[in-house]
């Protein structure tokens, strides 16, 4: 019976690790460049920019002067090596 309560505790742990891990919202973090600011500001800017669906509006946030501090864009692909000399061929 202890074999089966430990799967099971296994199976719940590694499916609630994969909810979590792969959710569709992103975590993201704002700061303003070159500016000193409190976290009061910081968090009047989010409350007046955050709807009443309780959705935060980033063109407002960045209208206030915050920046994303995660990246917006995916990697780029690497670039082929190439070779000066030409193609290879084997």
């Given amino acids: 019976m202890t074999a089966v ?3 099971l505790c296994l199976i719940l742990v590694v499916a609630t690790g994969l909810l ?3 959710s569709s919202e992103r975590d993201r973090q704002w700061y303003k460049p ?3 600011y409190t976290v009061e500001e910081f968090r009047r800017d989010r409350d007046g920019c ?3 669906d309780n959705v935060l509006d980033e063109k ?3 209208d206030h002067g915050w920046v994303p501090l995660t990246s917006d ?3 780029a692909p ?3 090596a190439t070779n000066p000399r030409g193609p290879r061929y084997y």
């Fill in 78 to 80: 690497p670039k082929p």
């Fill in 60 to 62: 407002c946030m960045k």
């Fill in 34 to 36: 070159n500016v000193n």
């Fill in 50 to 52: 955050t709807s009443k």
């Fill in 20 to 22: 979590i891990g792969c």
């Fill in 5 to 7: 309560i430990r799967r």
């Fill in 73 to 75: 864009r995916s990697s």
